[in-house]
């Protein structure tokens, strides 16, 4: 069997080429990457005012080449999802222009390294972090899919994190071009990805699932916990040999503390017949979310709330039910966490308010001149009314809300709505809605039936 068509990882030895003082409209200011076939640059664009990354075919390659040809492959799998790709966790494509000499890719710039600084022995990152990148890692993977997209070249490599201090703030998935588009029309290369994280199918040439990318991450969560990849060897054949024939050394053997569960889940995604490993990218990161609601992740030194532990908090609450993947990662990091004690007030009769509340844990009681009318819990909105009131004098409290248990709401204001996307807004307005209609039809039931409400 001839070696798959691999992935670069490192440049070609050349001598250093000038930089580059402009490509196409943007402006060069530095370069940040580079392959056998191509380079990536951090440039500026003066039309909207912010960096972005340029990634080049490097020029002078031969037309009639094999890396030219794969090349322009890979650049029309990538240029194929120019605005295709909206999701907080994958880096956007912005623009593709097939310049005839050399054409290029426009991406958003995300400032940070890739996982590759963390797959060391000496680098290891704690077991919340690892599990909360797996978690944002499988649910951009799975936006992908249900775009129709099969990555297959998931690899520590391209999957870029940004940094918080020493603390990683959050994670992209990058780098599209062994893309295998479910819904092109046309002929795609089939065998391509980078060795140590491929399927057994994808390394056979088969025909691909989500599957193959729930082998490549488990791979990669796999290479984050140990500090050595599933299979590893010197050459190529010993590593595919591995990979249909080879068990992989348990975890539990190569770093202490690591869950049960998880190790469960990774041995599972590397499961050689494909039909063993979880069944979707739902499956997948339920189990993941799992490990996080039942604290089986080991904090460590990691004492912030995780991402993943909100997204799966609001996921479960009414008020977000019609809110997709994309729209609740945007509340995650739009909205004002708050944390509140027993007897605190959220909001007091007479005040003039333009904020409201969503409570996600805990509860709060409504109080109307000194007398408890109403107990609210996870999953009530408070203070919508005086939010959405056209005019200052429908904005003041008619009662007094205050913590009954203790309580963690999602705070927003006319501000921080104004961050989230239109769609986003749309949802909280539809979300709204189904608020005041059962609020007048508890009123109306009330009037008509009050011993029924009592």
Known sequence: MPPPRLAATEPAPAAAAPLPVQI??????SKIGEGATSEVFLAHDPFRGHDVAIKRVRPGLMPDSRESHFQQRFF???????????????????????????????????????????????SLLPMAQIIEIGFKCAMALGYCFRQGLIHRDVKPANLLVTLDGDQIADVKVTDFGSVFNLGADHTQIYRVGSLAYMSPEQLDGDVLDCRADIYSLSAVLYHLIA?????????????????????????????????????????????????????????????LSALIK???????ALQEVLDSERYTLLRTLEFFTGFGDVELWEVVHRARWQRHTYGQALFRKGEEGNAFHIVTQGQVEVYRDGRSVASLG??????????LAPSPDLRVHSVDILVSQPATTVAFTPETMEQLSLATR???????????????HAAHESLAHPRRIL
């Not at 426009?106 to 390294?113: I, Q, S």
């Not at 039942?294 to 460590?300: A, K, P, Y």
């Not at 909280?428 to 005041?436: H, N, P, T």
């Open 76 to 122: 029309a799998a990538e240029a194929a999802l120019v605005g295709r790709l909206n999701h907080p966790n994958v880096v956007q494509i912005l623009d593709a222009v097939a310049d005839d000499e050399a054409p290029y890719l426009v991406m958003e710039y995300v400032p940070g390294v890739t996982l590759r600084r963390y797959c060391r022995a000496d």
């Open 426 to 440: 749309h949802l909280f307005d539809k979300a709204f809605i189904g608020v005041l209609v059962r609020r007048l």
């Open 294 to 300: 039942d604290r089986q992740q080991g904090r460590g």
């Open 378 to 387: 996870a999953g009530s909105s408070v203070g919508e009314m005086a939010y």
């Open 227 to 287: 500090g050595r990849p599933p299979f590893d060897a010197v050459q190529q054949q010993a590593i595919m040999h591995q990979i249909f024939h080879g068990t992989v050394p348990p975890l539990g053997d190569l770093r202490e503390g690591v869950p049960p569960a998880l190790v469960q889940l990774i041995e599972t995604g590397l499961a050689k017949e494909r039909e063993l490993r979880p069944a979707s990218w739902d499956e997948y990161s339920q189990a």
């Open 24 to 29: 196409g409209k943007y402006r060069i200011k």
